[in-house]
């Protein structure tokens, strides 16, 4: 009789085959222990990972960021030592690429949390904005002090979700909130308009980096919408009939393709996003009018992916974080390695040094409780 043990171990490997289709897989070892959230930083291209830097909090005490829940990470666009975390228990800057923390004392002296994003502007890098529940606050003194430059308290649940500035015009600032509209100010955030109302979240705003009149913002359930003038026109009334959404009929055309994780430009091509949704990842190569599938170790509507990077000097090179797997394709998608999360919890953020793309930094979240 055929040995047992050797039929087991072929029905195994042939299963783990037909799952991952033309696509292959590859094991890397975890490198670092976990027990902790905060944010990582790797300087080899994600091979391995630390925990990144202390804190020196309010009180003067020195503590780690390894209790606390990433929500974004940003860096200045002219000074990436210059680094923002928005988290779940404050503002958090590093003038050292990540050696050493600061707590924004403004939030925690107000015993502001949960900040949701910060914007930092392009032409001082003093002067950056902050989201937080139904406000958005302004700094011009290196986060020394802020100041509220919009408030809304229209809606009791209302919270601001994104914002963004832009390389080209200094004074225009969008930002988004949970109830779908979309803010703009053209005067530095001294004054805002509504220029469009959406009926959902709005979880991203991407200004291309190669015409900034050109911005996306992403929904949690409805897609994409694109304008290509500033907010003066949009994908949903475009079309060879009005109120044709050709942008999000093509997302529809994969089940889950509108229901969105993260959104990234490949900084490499004109023209070119990769869309982490339900779906799994999906690429546009003409600015969201036709989509594609990238595949995926992990089947189609079968993994929790949180967070994407496309490294900005080599489009091979993705990234995608799930629930405890980081996944690396060097091949832009054919294969794929694995390692485990540096983070106890999940992996919420990924960012790429755009000047030198063998710096990454992980972004750990608290896993939700059912």
């Not at 590859?26 to 959230?37: C, E, F, I, M, R």
């Not at 009005?242 to 091509?269: R, V």
């Not at 990842?281 to 079968?302: A, F, H, K, M, Y």
């Amino acid at each position: 009789m055929p040995n047992k043990k050797f039929l087991l171990i072929t029905m195994f490997l042939s299963l783990t085959a037909l799952l991952a289709g033309c696509v292959s897989i590859q094991t890397a070892p975890s490198t670092t222990s976990k027990g902790t959230l905060g944010v990582f930083k790797s300087a080899d291209s994600g091979s391995t990972w630390k925990l990144d830097g202390t804190i020196l909090n309010t009180q003067g005490k020195i503590m780690t960021l390894g209790n606390v829940s990433i929500t974004k990470i940003v860096l200045d666009p002219n000074d990436h030592a210059a680094v923002y975390l928005a988290t779940s228990s404050g503002l958090f800057y590093s003038y050292d690429a990540g050696d050493s923390w600061t707590q924004v004392k403004y939030f925690s002296a107000k015993q502001i949390t949960a900040i949701n994003d910060v914007a930092i502007d392009y032409f001082d890098k003093c002067t950056n904005f902050v989201a937080s529940a139904n406000k958005i606050y302004k700094s011009i003194d290196c986060s020394r002090t802020y100041t509220e430059v919009y408030v809304d308290t229209s809606r009791a649940d209302l919270v601001i979700t994104a914002l963004a500035t832009e390389h080209f015009n200094n004074n225009v600032v969008y930002a988004t909130n949970n109830k779908g509209d979309i803010l703009k100010s053209d005067d530095y955030g001294a004054h805002w308009k509504l220029i469009k109302s959406l009926t959902d979240t709005i979880k991203q705003i991407l200004v291309d980096k190669n015409d900034t009149r050109i911005v996306y913002f992403v929904t949690a359930k409805k897609g994409i919408f694109k304008t290509t003038d500033g907010g003066n026109t949009w994908s949903d009334q475009q079309g060879d009939k009005k109120n044709q959404d050709l942008i999000n009929k093509a997302l529809g055309a994969f089940n889950g393709g509108k229901t969105t994780k993260y959104f990234a430009q490949d900084l490499t091509k004109p023209n070119t996003f990769i869309l982490a949704c339900q779906y799994g990842l999906l690429q546009t190569v003409d600015g969201g009018l036709n989509w594609s599938e990238i595949s995926l170790v992990t089947p189609d509507r079968g993994a929790n992916i949180y967070a994407l990077a496309i490294d900005p000097q080599n489009d091979k090179n993705i990234f995608y974080g799930t629930d405890t797997i980081l996944y690396k394709s060097v091949d832009s998608g054919v294969t794929w390695s694995t390692q485990k999360a540096p983070t106890i919890g999940l992996i919420n953020f990924l960012l790429i040094d755009p000047k030198d793309s063998s710096i990454m930094y992980l972004g750990g979240k608290e896993i939700p409780k059912n």
